[in-house]
């Protein structure tokens, strides 16, 4: 079964927002790292933030200063604030986590932001 579920992705007008959201299931344990990643049509698939359950963050520059992401350590949850959109934005943005002891990576399907008049 899927054990990432994103949500939020739509299409929106440059110098708009979006608000993703992905879900672990509960089955998924000791979860470290929780972010995103995002792939546009003929590119190699890049980081855009993640934060560990510590708290620490780290975003790709491209997108620092307009995106914020948060956690929910109790409910398994990520989140991905995006303000001020911009075209080159568009792309399909994947869940990712990562647990510790033992190391076990995971992806969700994605979903699609378009950033378009």
């Known amino acids: 079964q899927v054990q990432l579920v994103e949500s939020g992705g739509g299409l929106v007008q440059p110098g708009g927002s979006l608000r993703l959201s992905c879900a672990a299931s509960?089955?998924?344990?000791?979860?470290?790292?929780m972010g995103w990643y995002r792939q546009a049509p003929g590119k190699q698939r890049e980081l855009v933030a993640t934060r560990t359950t510590g708290g620490s963050a780290n975003y790709a520059d491209s997108v620092s200063g307009r995106f914020t992401i948060s956690r929910d350590n109790a409910k398994n949850t990520v989140y991905l604030q995006m303000n001020s959109l911009k075209p080159e934005d568009t792309a399909v943005y994947y869940c990712y986590a990562r647990t510790s002891g033992p190391r076990e990576e995971y992806w969700g399907q994605g979903t699609q932001v378009t950033v378009s008049l």
């Open positions: 509960r089955s998924i344990s000791s979860i470290y790292v």
